[in-house]
């Protein structure tokens, strides 16, 4: 989209609410340079904001509409088109104290100005042009990014990475298209058994680009709300002091009394980029104590949901800790489950390695006891193996972490599909253009090239003010 559309004057508080050292309130729309002009008294030396040139920035006083100082400023000029809105913003950064900001905003409500709405900002950047919509989603991934990784996929995509792979997708199916209309146009010289056999082909090769890509999406949801990681066992067994041990720090009440953890303890730390929410849990076994029951309850429901369960097996209760491990396996057969072998300096000859291993010969088993920090290395780097193994690992072209992303690759999936089963079964080139079509259409709802209102509004809706 070329031409800037033509919206009406909106502000915000782009910082945090609250005391600071400053605060960045943003107004963008077709007049907004003529309100600054009125508003900002610029210091000697420093031109209005009319005659400030793109990407300057300007000290002044930014007053009343009787005249009245109310801050000094420091004015930041963006020009049409080519700042974040496409259309003219400026910026103004005035010191953080809550009357302060509120009465600049005020000064521009009584302008004309209206309060901008969640994420209108962002949504005029992708009206105009300035973006698409996965970039624009990608804003606020950025925005709540917790993990050096999270930082990093997000601000790939905001800079168009997983849009620029999605159009690559999208302009090999336009090949395909029109590879076949020719086909449709001219079916005496184009539709022949070899021709046919190369759009069979390049159709099946899309097919096999959105299955790579939604094979990831377990590693991309991981990426985006943390990989659950359970640390399960008997009563006893030193899962807290583990929980511990793998945050460098006592998150968890330690005792050598048996059931000392009654509730679910959560803690989220990261490993290489990646974040790791972990949850301790209630030790194992059968209680009549209600309390202990309903903890118990609650960390078999931890283990569920988990994407990996480390086992933490006691070699001072070997029996017990393996028939539990048992049950766990046999109640969750889909889970994936890392055996760790606690209390090695209990176990001298480290007959809880050799039992794990015997039970459970195809798994991986580690060994750990208090204070090794080499085997809390080793724990760390077997979880992040885990991790990569989760999805389609750190070189998938597309990482999906978005539900609607996914969910609109599955559509562009199904129709291709449906494309090949029509090509297969002999049926007339136009219901496979029909289905080409419709996989186009998934494709450019996914970016934002062809998209209603309603979902635009509703996307946009989430957005934090002032962005």
Known sequence: ????????????????PGTSGIAVIRLSGPTVVSICDQAFQPAASFPRAAEMQPYTMALGTFCDREGR?????????????????????????????????RSILESLFER??????????SKRAFLNGKMDLMQAEAVMDLIHAESRLQQQTALAEVGG??????SELSERLYGVEAALEMMLEFPDEEDRPEARERLRENTAALVTELDFALAGWKQGRILRDGFRLVIAGRPNAGKSSLLNELLGEERAIVSGREGTTRDTVEALMEIEG????????????????ELEAEGVSRARRAAENADLI??????????????????????LPQADFLLLSGKADLDPSHQGLEDLRQAWPESQILSWQKGEASAIQALREAILARYEAAGAGSQNRLLIHNLRHKRGLEEAKKHLELALKSMDDGLTLDLTAA?????????A???????????????????????
């Open 69 to 101: 100082g109310l801050d000094q400023v420091i004015l930041s000029a963006y020009r049409a088109p080519h700042s974040y809105t496409g259309e003219d913003l400026f910026e103004i950064s005035c010191h953080g104290g809550t009357a302060v900001r």
């Open 161 to 166: 990475a997983l849009s620029r792979a999605l």
């Open 310 to 331: 480390l086992w933490l097996h006691d070699p001072t209760q070997a029996e017990a800790s393996l028939a539990e491990l048992a049950s766990m396996k046999e109640a």
């Open 445 to 467: 709802e996914l970016t934002g090239r062809e998209v209603s209102a309603e979902l635009a509004d509703q996307i946009f809706s989430r957005f934090c003010v002032g962005k």
């Open 435 to 443: 289905m080409l079509r419709a996989a186009q259409e998934d494709f």
């Open 1 to 16: 989209m070329d031409a800037v559309l033509a919206f009406d004057n909106i502000a915000a508080l782009s910082t945090p």
């Open 112 to 121: 004309g100005v209206r309060p901008a709405d969640p994420g209108e900002f």
């Open 274 to 289: 990646i974040p790791l929410l972990i949850t301790d849990t209630a030790g194992l076994r059968d209680s009549e104590d």
